[in-house]
Structure formats: C-alpha cells, structure tokens
C-alpha cells in the first residue's frame, strides 16, 4: 500500500461510528438497486467494512478529529452477476463500484452535516483484470476536503488472505488483508459539495 496507509489504526465501522446505519437507511430509501448490487451481486457485509480513524502524522492539514475516517476497506466478491460475458469486470462496473463506496465514505467524513454531493470527475488506471470469483478489497481514501469539493481515491486490491472481521483478531485480518495484496485498479474521483460544508454564521 502507498505509505500513506501505514500508521493508520482499522477499526469494524460500526465499532467506530454507530450512526453509520443511519446512513445506510437513508440511501437503501433512495437507492434500493444499489443496495441489491452490493450485497447480492458483490455480497459485501456491512460488518466486514472497516475504517481507519487515525491520519498519519505527517499530514495534519485536514481530518483533525480523532475519529476522522480518513480510509474505509471494503472487502467483496465477484460474482457473474457484475461481469462481461468473458468473466471479467469492465471498467464501466469499476467505476460504478468506486461512486457508490466514496460517496459512502464522503457522507461518513461529512456527519454531522448532510450535504449533498455529485461527481466532477473521475479517472481510472487499470493494471489488471478483475475476474469473476476474485476476493476484491476496495480501499477508498479522503486526499482532501475543501469548502466546495472532495477529493477521493480508490484502490481495487487482490487480496491474497481472507478479510474477515472475526472477534478481536478484526483488525489484524484486514491489516493483513491489505498489506499482502495485488494491485488490480486505482480511481481518482472528485466530488462536488451541493452545499457548503462550512456555513457562514447567522
């Protein structure tokens, strides 16, 4: 992983930030085949999605809460409902995967306030191919928020040990997880806050 990773604690998010739920709630009411295509068809477990609540200490420009999810891990599988007719994922799925897990992760970064959010713009490199019945983690990133946009980033990674959160052995597995891996994608994705972030007094 970039060096960036490396000092950072994971944590289950729901250990961390309890009200992520409530974020849940409110896009499965919106967005209900989003939801189908995440836990059918890429049968991602909320429980299994971590984040990382501590920044590095090289950089402390952004993100000065303690408890400011500066990384998420979400670990899924390819199934043949998301692939071409060759088993593999387009890049078309791949990106379609990265808007719904940083918007995820933008409205997380974003609480208590509700801003809405939409994509400026987004840009992929592959290295490799994603297969049907590959062991993907998505690990997505705040680089950097400002008062009118965010910017994200996604790594696809290949994991080469299971990322399961099993009791108190949690946070090793997904440290694990990530660190022994093969890079298979990286997104640059930039979003636009609807609504300033920081309001002006009234």
């Not at 909320?46 to 000065?64: I, K, M, Y």
């Amino acid at each position: 992983m970039a060096t960036s990773l490396e000092n950072v604690v994971w944590a289950p998010v729901m250990q961390v930030f309890p009200n992520y739920l409530d974020i849940h709630a409110q896009l499965r009411g919106l967005d209900n085949f989003g939801f189908r295509l995440l836990e059918e068809q890429l049968q991602m477990v909320l429980q299994d999605v971590f984040v990382a609540v501590e920044r590095p200490p090289t950089n402390s420009a952004q993100g000065q809460k303690p408890k400011f999810p500066y990384a998420m891990a979400w670990p899924i599988r390819i199934t043949p409902a998301v692939t071409e007719g060759d088993g593999t994922l387009s890049q078309g799925a791949v990106l379609a995967i990265t808007d719904m897990f940083t918007s995820f992760h933008a409205m997380l970064a974003l609480l208590p306030s509700h801003p809405g959010h939409v994509s400026v713009s987004m840009q992929c490199n592959r290295m490799q191919t994603i297969r049907e019945k590959d062991a993907i983690i998505v690990v997505t990133r705040i680089d950097k928020i400002g008062n009118r946009l965010i910017f994200t980033t996604a790594e696809f990674l290949r994991s080469m040990s299971p990322a399961v959160a099993v009791l108190e052995f949690a946070e090793k597995g997904i440290d694990a997880a990530i660190r022994c891996h093969s890079l298979c994608s990286n997104v640059k994705h930039v979003k636009a806050v609807l609504t300033p972030i920081i309001e002006a007094p009234t």
